[in-house]
Structures are given as C-alpha cells and as structure tokens.
C-alpha cells in the first residue's frame, strides 16, 4: 500500500509569497494531521482533522496559516503570506481508527520549506 | 496535564553496545505508549508501542515495557548496529486529551562502526 505522500519534498520561496504544502492520506485512513518540525521546537501539531473535517486547530501560529481537507484523499496546508521563521519541515499524517487506543500515526516524508 | 520527557541526546554508541533511552510520562487514566523512529530525511516511523499496563512492544529487536509503577517507557535494545543511527521519539496518547500524540523532544542515537 502507498504511504502518506507530500508534495513538494523541498519549497525555496522568497518572503511574502504564498505557500501551498499538499498530502494525500492512506486510503481508507479518517484522520490527518499537520505538524512542524523545527529545532528550536521540537514537533508541533498544527491542525488535525476528522473524517474531513476539523477538529482542534489551536496549533496553527497565526492567521497566516490555513489548512483545507476538501475529501478524504487531499489535503493543503497554506501559508500567505511567508515569513522567514515559517522555515521548517512540515509533516502530513494519516490514521485509520483515530479515538481508538493504541492507533498510531502513519507520517510522509515531509515537505522542507526555506522562506529566504 | 499529560507530558512525556525523554533523556537528552545525542547518544553514542559503538556498534554491538547496549542501549537505552529513558522515557518517562505524565498522565491521568491509561495512555497508549509510542516509540517512533525517524531517520536523516524521512519522516516519523512507528517503531512500537504498548496500550496497558507491563505489556512488552517489540520490534526489529528493540523492546520497551509499560511501567504503571514507575511512569517509564524506556526503549532498549541488545546489540545496535550503525544502521540504527536515528531520532527516536517517545510519545502517548490519551483519552482525555482526545488521543492526540504528546510527544518527547526526541533523542538522537549515533552508532560508530
């Protein structure tokens, strides 16, 4: 079975410009999950949605970030505009039975985003 | 609340040695326990978990035990290999806190051939 796929791998932008991270769940999984990784703050859960829908969004920084869960098989993380601290690995997700004990997360390989 | 907080890195190791990473947490009721992995470039692998208590997680010959008593999920493994060089990440999660994952600031590993 395909992983958690993010797209892109690697975003260069300049500072002020929109940012667009995308991920597509494991099929048949209901729950999906953004983080961010930094060094100075370790892993961060920004949003997470359920069944498409979301739930808990109290992670995302500020205005500036937008999330969307359209179906089940997409999802975007937006960034409008960037600044240079919104550098980070993002993370994208997935978990088939979430609420249940014991489910874990299942991660892509990130999107690494420099905002110069 | 709940926490979890793991021993500080990095750790290194030859390769053959004996390793463990201590984790200990902070919750109410009965958290599920997590150890994820994640090599250079890649995201956050499950590596094993355990769901009550003194059940045993195995996987890949790295072993950790729910420890009710002592509030510990700490990783081991007999023999690491270079191959092994990694972050690992301790987390719970917990119905109370709507089974999000808390998660430990990682613990980076090196292993020297």
């Given at each position: 079975d395909a992983g958690v796929i993010q797209s892109p791998r690697h975003e260069v932008t300049e500072m002020g410009q929109e940012v667009t991270l995308r991920c597509k769940p494991i099929s048949g999984h209901n729950s999906l999950f953004w983080y961010r990784q930094t060094m100075m703050r370790g892993l961060e859960l920004l949003i997470y949605f359920n069944n498409n829908v979301p739930i808990d969004d109290s992670g995302m920084p500020e205005d500036r970030f937008s999330a969307k869960m359209p179906n089940a098989s997409f999802s975007t993380l937006k960034i409008q505009p960037s600044e240079p601290r919104d550098s980070a690995v993002y993370f994208c997700a997935s978990s088939l039975r979430f609420g249940e004990a014991g489910q874990p997360q299942h991660f892509g390989d990130g999107t690494r985003l420099s905002i110069l | 609340g709940n926490s979890v907080t793991q021993m500080e890195g990095p750790v290194t190791l030859s390769e053959e040695a004996f390793l463990t990473i201590n984790c200990t947490y902070t919750a109410t009721g009965?958290?599920?326990?997590?150890?994820?992995?994640?090599?250079?470039?890649?995201?956050?692998?499950?590596?094993?978990?355990?769901?009550?208590?003194?059940?045993?997680?195995?996987?890949?010959?790295?072993?950790?035990?729910?420890?009710?008593?002592?509030?510990?999920?700490?990783?081991?493994?007999?023999?690491?290999?270079?191959?092994?060089?990694?972050?690992?990440f301790c987390a719970l999660s917990n119905a109370g806190n709507n089974r999000k994952l808390i998660w430990g600031l990682g613990t980076s590993l090196g292993v020297n051939p």
């Open positions: - | 009965y958290p599920s326990l997590f150890w994820y992995v994640q090599y250079p470039g890649e995201g956050l692998q499950l590596l094993l978990k355990a769901t009550k208590a003194d059940d045993k997680g195995s996987n890949k010959g790295f072993e950790a035990t729910y420890r009710k008593e002592t509030t510990s999920f700490h990783l081991e493994k007999g023999s690491v290999q270079v191959s092994d060089s990694a972050v690992y």
